[in-house]
């Protein structure tokens, strides 16, 4: 038995390794994953990299030029810039990738339970998502870290489960597509139970697709959650944060450049790799994102 | 076809009866209500249990969202928390700005998308498609703050061309925000843009690959004959409901551009709101925002329904 079980892992390490290969031998892919990985190990890195404290003030050295010491210069308060940008991912990453799997989790389930149920319960619950689709969602999450805060331990869930609903669609539409196909009817035949269809039918049916929609999801809630921070309503100001440094950076734009410029061009290379990662993947995976493209 | 148009509508309705419950049971769980938040902390026993019975707080929730929805229906939507301003009137003069903004934005974005969605969709995988897709991918990825405040770097800081920030209150005619309301348009233009250009990119592509297409081209059909008579009218069918997700995120609100821009929309009202805690008014933008977007998908689907040509011949035939 756990020789099946491992057998059948090392297939699965083995295509999701084929998958990897295939995106990086693209360009958009190759360039993709290099900016994610960069950015990744920049962010667990990164307290032992920087060059100085990011939350140490300096009154003597407001807004300085990049020069040798500080080579972006130095913000409103003389902290060093450079330091503060190579730190500035680090609550995003954290929490989209917490965020990030648990909606694709949640999501993906619904979605799959609520393909596989049919009928009216599956027609009543599409109109509630419906309804939670409509409503703007940056207003929510706005509303809800008003209320409770803005701590992790809300903004994860949250985003989780803000981002899981578009997520049901996907799954659902997707299971769709496998639902009337013979191999799930001959499990129902053989008495299996709804939820072993899913693992076993269902999943390996649509993983590409949820896999290709989480990656577009993660990016997303990236550009959210430095939304709320640029907006004041996110990571709390000692904190460095991308958002909320291109917020204060830019009443100095025109003295120093580079407390805007920097995280613009961190924040910008993070999120456009991601994307570029996620379209490689869905051609390899032959999945049309384009069409999936929703605002 | 009516019935396939009924059920769409009765749809629509029962989604926007939903909407609105949530909004107002959402509204409901949150801690704190209108008195609270008017009165602050300090408010306690007799002066707060006063505020609730003038505002007619005291009464069960069933009753009071019967009110508050029945009121919306008329277009009234109750006096703001400070109690002092009719949030309909509010919402008017925002809704208007949002509208201009989106109007200009539509008018440069919608006609470039669909020139250079054609474009690349006809000449897949050549230099000038790779060109613009992947222009497309970063327009649609970088963040509209980032873009915003590149633009303002490079016109306002560098070349003073145009202003950074609209200056002028939301109760101003249109003419008085321009030429500031520019930059805006570009940046939001740029991301609806990339969007709906990807979209009539792919739809190209199929349609160019299937039947009838092939078929036209076989019978000797020319090529710009078989482009403009026999795809794009299948191939830009998919566009409508794009460029409605569109137009309900632009009415919506783009919060993060009319902060930056300082902008008097819906957006920044929303922000507003929800800085001084007035949930009348919160309540009122989430309905008002949510109904748009389902307007706009429904008219999208009912457009989309007219002018299948699938189903125009079925139309046709049983005429």
Known sequence: ?295 | MLTLLLRRLVLGAITVVIVSLLIFAGVEALPGDACTAFLEREAQGALLEKCRVDLGLDRSAFTRYFEWAGGAVRGDFGMSAGGTERIATLVTDRLKNSALLAACALAVGVPLAILLGVITGLWRDRPVDLILSTSAILAMTIPEFVSATVLILIFSVWLRWIPGIVVAPADYPISAFFPEIILPIIVLSMVMTAHILRMVRSSVIEVMASDFVQMATLKGVPYWQVVFRHALPSALLPAINVVALTVAWLLGGVVVIEVVFNYPGMGRMMIDAISDRDLPVVQAITLIVAVTYVGVNLTADILTMLLNPRLRTYHMRRR
């Open chain 1, 1 to 295: 038995m756990s020789g099946v079980a491992q057998a059948r892992s090392s297939g699965r390490m083995q295509r999701l390794w084929c998958v990897l290969r295939d995106v990086a031998a693209r360009p958009s892919g190759a360039v993709g994953l290099s900016l994610v990985g960069f950015h990744i190990l920049l962010a667990a890195l990164g307290p032992w990299l920087v060059p100085y404290d990011t939350g140490a003030m300096s009154s003597g050295e407001m807004l300085e030029t990049p020069s040798m010491a500080h080579w972006m210069g130095t913000d409103h308060l003389g902290r060093d810039i450079a330091s503060r940008v190579m730190l500035g991912g680090r609550e995003a990453l954290i929490v989209t990738g917490l965020a990030t799997p648990l909606a694709m989790l949640w999501g993906g389930f619904t979605g799959l339970a609520l393909g596989l149920a049919g009928g009216r319960i599956d027609e009543a619950m599409m109109r509630i998502v419906d309804a939670f689709l409509s409503l703007p969602g940056i207003l929510i999450l706005l509303v809800l870290v008003m209320t409770f805060g803005t701590s992790n331990a809300v903004l994860v869930p949250t985003l989780g489960f803000l981002f899981g609903i578009p997520i049901i669609r996907v799954a659902r539409a997707a299971t769709h597509e496998v639902i009337a196909r013979d191999f799930v009817a001959a499990a129902r035949a053989r008495g299996h139970g709804a939820m072993t269809i899913i693992a076993v039918e269902l999943l390996p049916n649509v993983r590409d697709t949820l896999m290709v929609e989480g990656a577009m999801r993660w990016s997303w809630m990236l550009l959210a959650f430095s939304s709320l921070s640029f907006l004041g309503f996110g990571v709390a100001p000692p904190t460095p944060d991308w958002g909320l440094m291109i917020a204060d950076g830019r009443i100095y734009m025109s003295l120093a450049l580079w407390g805007v410029l920097g995280p613009v061009i961190a924040l910008s290379s993070l999120i456009v790799g991601i994307n570029l990662a996620a379209d490689a993947l869905a051609k390899s995976l032959g999945i049309d994102r384009a069409r999936k493209a929703v605002i």
